[in-house]
């Protein structure tokens, strides 16, 4: 059974950078076959992907993050990992991670999901 | 970046009717990249429909993907008192993958 979990600070102050951590169980994230992403949902509102990477650390990301976005996998550990620097409270949001099956598209739907975890960004 | 527009913004029926969601997209969606998902409160979204009409592991054959191009429509055929939820679509032929925002299916 495929589980992913998310974790992190739940509160992160402006201008700081906002980490998170997802931890896959039940498949590798040295799996050949599968890309694991972010995407976040500020509260009552719509979806938002942010990036996602490959086993090799091979990375996509939406252009209108890039500058501020960073994720790694840890494949000796069985998690990737999401980076966002520069954070305001435009950033607030509830953040998924998820794994991406192949699609024969770099960017992918998501087939698995988190639960996810809030990160408010206030001082 | 390529923009999704659902409609109508909020779908109020009964259950047993059938339900017709509609996403339109600004430019063509690349090999019929698109995908549906059910977001209930407080949950994560749940993959229903990928390449426009292929359903996911699990789903229900009352839920059905259609459409090419610019227009694409999710129906469920009866729905069910678990069915009302928020439904969004997602493009993912181009960079970056973009949603839509969401239509609202309701019990009337």
């Known amino acids: 059974q495929l589980q992913l979990q998310e974790s992190g600070p739940g509160l992160v102050k402006p201008s700081e950078t906002l980490s998170l951590t997802c931890a896959v169980s039940?498949?590798?994230?040295?799996?050949?076959?599968?890309?694991w992403g972010w995407i976040r949902q500020p509260p009552g509102e719509g979806l938002e992907w942010i990036g996602s990477i490959y086993y090799s650390g091979s990375t996509y990301y939406n252009p209108s993050l890039k500058s501020r976005v960073t994720i790694s996998v840890d494949t000796s550990k069985s998690q990737f990992s999401l980076k966002l620097s520069s954070v305001t409270a435009a950033d607030t949001a509830i953040y998924y991670c998820?794994?991406?099956?192949?699609?024969?598209?770099?960017?992918?739907?998501?087939?698995?999901w988190g639960q996810g975890t809030l990160v408010t960004v206030s001082s | 970046e390529i923009v999704l527009t659902q409609s109508p913004g909020t779908l109020s029926l009964s259950p047993g009717e059938r339900a017709t969601l509609s996403c339109r997209t600004s430019?063509?969606?690349?090999?019929?990249?698109l995908a549906w998902y059910q977001q209930k409160p407080g949950q994560a979204p749940r993959l229903l429909i990928y390449?426009?009409?292929s359903r996911a592991t699990g789903i229900p054959d009352r839920f059905s993907g259609s459409g090419s191009g610019t227009d694409f429509t999710l129906t469920i055929s009866r729905l069910e008192p678990e069915d009302f939820a928020v439904y969004y679509c997602?493009?993912?032929?181009?960079?970056?993958?973009?949603f839509g925002q969401g239509t609202r299916l309701e019990i009337k």
């Open positions: 039940g498949v590798s994230t040295s799996s050949s076959t599968y890309y």
């Open positions: 430019q063509s969606v690349t090999s019929s990249y």
């Open positions: 998820a794994r991406k099956p192949p699609s024969g598209s770099f960017y992918g739907y998501f087939d698995y």
């Open positions: 390449g426009a009409s």
């Open positions: 997602q493009q993912y032929g181009s960079s970056p993958g973009t």
